[in-house]
C-alpha cells in the first residue's frame, strides 16, 4: 500500500532553516495538489501549514508560515518540498505531507489512509 515518505527534518536552532522533502512510496501514485501538515504534540490535531496546486501556480500558508515558508513541488520527481526559515521553537512537531483534492482545502480527501511517518522537526537552542 502506497504511504508518503517525508525527510529532512532535524534538530535546528532558533531562526534556522530547514528544507522538507516529501514523495510518495510508489512512482505509479501521482500527487496531484499537495499539502504539509504538522503535528505539535501527541493527541493534538495535524494542521495544514501549507497547500500547493498540482502544477504549482497556487499556494496557500497558514498564518503561523506566512513570510517565513515556502511550497514548492518537482513533478518531474513526484516531490514536494517546504522550506522554512527563521524556524521558532513553536514550528517543533512532526511534519506530514498528504495529497489534496484542491490547494485551498485545510484536510486531505476524507478516504486518504495514507500517512508517512512524518519527519521531526526540533526547534532549540
Known amino acids: 500500500q502506497v504511504h508518503m515518505v517525508e525527510s529532512g527534518g532535524g534538530l535546528v536552532q532558533p531562526g534556522g532553516s530547514l528544507r522538507l522533502s516529501c514523495a510518495p512510496s510508489?512512482?505509479?501514485?501521482?500527487?496531484?495538489?499537495a499539502g504539509w501538515f504538522r503535528r505539535q504534540a501527541p493527541g493534538k490535531e495535524r494542521e495544514l501549514v501549507a497547500?500547493?496546486?498540482?502544477?504549482?501556480?497556487?499556494?496557500q500558508y497558514a498564518d503561523s508560515m506566512k513570510g517565513r515558508s515556502t511550497i514548492s513541488r518537482d513533478n518531474d520527481k513526484n516531490a514536494v518540498y517546504l522550506e522554512i526559515n527563521n524556524l521558532k521553537p513553536e514550528d517543533t512537531a512532526i511534519y506530514y505531507c498528504?495529497?489534496?483534492?484542491?490547494?485551498?482545502?485545510?484536510?486531505?480527501?476524507?478516504?486518504?489512509?495514507?500517512w508517512g511517518q512524518g519527519t521531526q522537526v526540533t526547534v532549540s537552542s
Open positions: 510508489t512512482p505509479n501514485y501521482k500527487l496531484a495538489a
Open positions: 497547500g500547493i496546486s498540482w502544477l504549482g501556480g497556487s499556494k
Open positions: 498528504a495529497p489534496l483534492n484542491y490547494y485551498s482545502d485545510y484536510q486531505p480527501p476524507s478516504d486518504f489512509n495514507s
